[in-house]
């Protein structure tokens, strides 16, 4: 066992700026953005895993811990985005996109010197495939399967790629913004009796052949 | 439930029935379903402050086939409704069914995808008990009207279920 | 299904009326069994696949999903505050930690921060969480393992916690106390008395619950040298909370990354170097104590003013008092809204129907949760409604690594092994 190091106190906590410093000097391509207080980095696929190399073992990150890892959908199309104009005045808002995106987040963080932050993956939403980081976080099992059962995204190398909180013949993966909400509809009425939803029949909305 | 089926109704055995229904609902051990939120307050309700021993209630039996009552307490999702029912199969007869909560009622404030909208569609219930979670007093209150139920109940009405 | 391929040995399963299969069987010595969601002693609805050689334990499988409830994606139908009330219900047994990872997520974005008073009074109730939840674990664990008593005498002391959270939110589980801006209502008059009634009371019974088990022989002997997980592979497998502590790391949130308040408290980060189930029982003890500790300082400088930001454009608007029949809508603020303010009534109305708009952007805010760190990852898209949130819940990271706990053990240390993670399958299946 290696020795036990005080978390924050073995070395100070890079700021944001240097921790951005020092991905851009040994990625000078990828772009980063601090928003909020937290430092986001934009990676390529096939950068990940040399990337996610580089935090975990570089010096000056030590980047112990992958904390999380998620998924977000950004659809394809035109998008208004509701701000209600009618009360609040604000213009109408639109967004569009020619090509629908996954994001998938990684944050890692060092236990040692206290700091963290984000890696942005963009994948594309019809064929989402990424390099799993299993081989170098053991700890993104889970949170890959997830991703997987939720979004689509598969991920190349991981060693049980299965769904694992849907049951696991289910079609399709909900998370997406093109899969609905589902439940049944509610109408305030009395004495009407609401038939049981068959939540299985959204392959008809859904689409796809099967598991 | 083969015995119940054949004994005649009527004034004959309502003595007999009286007698088996009150020992049934004086010692009705409830089956250990606790899936979510709900099972906590059931085991508070199991607790000291609301006593359910009182009841004759507290030996939570895991053995479905020893248990009396399947408290359905939490929500349940569409990959444990199939577990459920296996459940309710394997318990013997006579069992009762009491869903806890409002999501085993009706599925709660989760209208989506992924919880069955009501444990009703899948096992026959006999007592509901709304809340989120309810309290053990009224946990407690549904327990109670459900015995009364039982006490009530003659044979033929449980030899149909 | 079947979980896994076989490592060597042909895979056998054997549901019922197929049982002169198992002739064939015999003489082969692995076995596969499943303790199935429907158990008395997996944490909730858990179920296990355990590869077992004799009674040892050769690999074990977690299989989830059997409470997934479709929050994160509920969330996005509803507006900021909303949310509050969704994402409580995920860490049923620490709902008070979910809600503050949530508001301080949301008020990170919307670039305000929570008044002092809303701030201290966040730190005393999820510090008695705190307590609540290892009380839980406690007696569930007692309970799993045989000490029957643990789980009246944890139980009992929870509901003088749950008294003290329902006296002051309402409700005794999943509140929604905690609201983006700060706290739904300020605490009643009496609250410091409650929480120093209370922390008279707890330390003894701490003191009771240790006399039972610290030096309990059969305690000791199930929960030593099981589960043993070193500092490194809980890095490697993300593992934090009392696990990581129990393996000797000091890191907490609480000091690493203070919130709401925390680095006015003076309190120390509970350790151990065992890195096994007794070490976690005795890290969550300690942290028991130290909850009480921060409590006390907390109390006694609790600020005043008021609870919630004062900015109208997100101020929760209702007031509420308490009347003959209970907590409801305070007649005064009916007056104003109703007679006097047409602005103040619009205003109600449009807050409470629509929400407020939070700008666009992305955070992580975490928590130390009872169970490790706790941390919410908010998308928002510039609209009242998010447009995704990701709850990272340890118990579902720890999850990964209790097959490497549980390897070598025997079956009845699997339970001891599972019982220290301490899941909550809210929070893991979401």
Redesign the interface.
Known sequence: ??E?T???LSADPLTLEAIERRMQDRFPTLATHI????L?IHVTPDALIEVLTFCRDDDELRC?????L????WPAGDHV????PS??G?PE?R?SRDQGVIEV?Y?VRS?ER?H?F?LSLPTSDENPRLPSATSV???A???ER?VYDFFGVEFDGHPNLT??????D?VGH??RKD??????N?PYENDKF?P??N?RD?RDIVGGEGP | MGLEDKLPSGILLTNLEKLVNYSRSASLWPATFGLACCAIEMMATGGPRHDMARFGMEVFRASPRQADLMIVAGRVSNKMAPILRRIYDQMSDPKWVLSMGVCATSGGMFNNYALVQGVDHIVPVDMYVPGCPPRPEMLMDGILRLHAKIRNETFAEQGAK | MPAHTGGGFDDLFVDGADWESLDDAVGESSITINMGPQHPSTHGVLRLILDLEGEVVTRLTPVIGYLHTGIEKNAEYRTWVQGTTFFTRMDYLAPLFNEAAFCLGVEKLLGIEAPERAQAVRVILMEFNRIASHLVWAATGGLELGALTMMTMGFREREHILDLFESQSGLRMNHAYIRPGGLAQDVTDDFVERCEALLDLMPRKIHEYEDLLLRNPIWMERLQNVGVIDADTCQQMGVTGPLLRAAGVPWDLRKAQPYSGYEQYDFEVAVDHAADSYARFLVRFEEMRQSLKIIRQAIDTLPGGPVMVQDKQIAWPSQQSIGPDGIGNDPDYIRHIMGESMEALINHFKLVTQGFPVPAGQVYSTVESPRGELGYAITSNGTNKPYRVHVREPSFVHLQSADLMARGHLVADVIAVVASIDPVMGGVDR
Do not use: C, F, K
């Open positions: 066992m290696t036990v005080i978390p924050g928003q909020y207080g937290e986001t112990g811990m992958l904390v999380d998620s998924g977000v959908h985005i509701d701000r209600q009360t609040t604000w808002y967004v987040l944050i236990i206290n963290w984000r976080y053991a700890s099992d889970y949170p997830e769904r694992i909180l849907m049951p696991d289910w909900p998370h899969y609905p909400l589902g439940g049944v509610v609401i049981p939803p939540e959204l």
